[in-house]
């Protein structure tokens, strides 16, 4: 799988959240310490950035867009970008904007077909755990979406809500690999 994670910010007329995106690099460290990729997951912050990606092409297999209160909008529309060309590519969104009663969350996600997957709490376990189960269902998401795996919320083709329980916490943080002692979020320090 060639998997892509985005923490999306505002640039127009300045950077709206000028932060490393520490979360998405936890979750890729995490990720390639269990699962064995052929290229190493790619991170972005800056749309331009994603854009130019997205048009230099290939699309990935699997994107996942952090989800806040101020990147909410400018990840949905990458995202129904996304799906308008390339509606095999799965899409993954995950972050504490996200309503807390189940009624609101399946209606969250019934609003935005474009999201296939929504991880809830923590992304570690719960986004490897998806995308093995990708790899081993070949990329099958609706076979995938009847699997209930824990922290992931989605909506199947056919209207029906799956609402897992949540991943036990990671309580030693030694089991993630360093972003910073990687050299993956260098990139990131950019003033």
Same mark, same amino acid.
């Given at each position: 799988l060639s998997v892509w994670l985005? /923490?999306?910010?505002y640039t127009q007329?300045?950077?709206?959240? /000028?932060?490393?995106?520490?979360?998405?690099? &936890?979750?890729?460290?995490?990720?390639e310490s269990v699962i064995q990729f052929d290229h190493p997951i790619r991170l972005f912050k800056y749309?331009?950035?994603?854009?130019?990606?997205?048009d230099s092409g290939p699309l990935p297999d699997v994107i996942g867009f952090s989800n806040y209160c101020w990147n909410t909008e400018l990840s949905s529309t990458f995202a129904k970008l996304i799906k308008r060309h390339s509606p095999k590519c799965i899409t993954v969104f995950g972050g504490p904007h996200y309503p807390l009663k189940a009624d609101d969350q399946r209606e969250f996600l019934i609003d935005r077909p474009e999201i296939d997957f929504y991880i809830v709490k923590e992304g570690e376990i719960a986004f490897s755990n998806l995308l093995l189960g990708i790899a081993d269902l070949d990329s099958n998401?609706?076979?995938?979406?009847?699997?209930?795996?824990?922290?992931?919320? &989605?909506?199947?083709a056919d209207g029906i809500g799956?609402?897992? /329980?949540?991943?036990?916490?990671?309580?030693d943080l030694d089991n993630i690999p360093s972003p910073y002692t990687s050299g993956r979020l260098n990139e990131f320090f950019d003033g």
């Amino acid at each position: 799988l060639s998997v892509w994670l985005a /923490d999306l910010t505002y640039t127009q007329q300045s950077i709206a959240a /000028d932060t490393i995106p520490m979360a998405i690099g &936890c979750i890729a460290e995490y990720a390639e310490s269990v699962i064995q990729f052929d290229h190493p997951i790619r991170l972005f912050k800056y749309p331009e950035a994603l854009a130019k990606a997205l048009d230099s092409g290939p699309l990935p297999d699997v994107i996942g867009f952090s989800n806040y209160c101020w990147n909410t909008e400018l990840s949905s529309t990458f995202a129904k970008l996304i799906k308008r060309h390339s509606p095999k590519c799965i899409t993954v969104f995950g972050g504490p904007h996200y309503p807390l009663k189940a009624d609101d969350q399946r209606e969250f996600l019934i609003d935005r077909p474009e999201i296939d997957f929504y991880i809830v709490k923590e992304g570690e376990i719960a986004f490897s755990n998806l995308l093995l189960g990708i790899a081993d269902l070949d990329s099958n998401i609706e076979a995938l979406k009847r699997h209930e795996l824990s922290s992931i919320h &989605c909506i199947s083709a056919d209207g029906i809500g799956v609402f897992s /329980d949540t991943e036990k916490r990671l309580v030693d943080l030694d089991n993630i690999p360093s972003p910073y002692t990687s050299g993956r979020l260098n990139e990131f320090f950019d003033g």
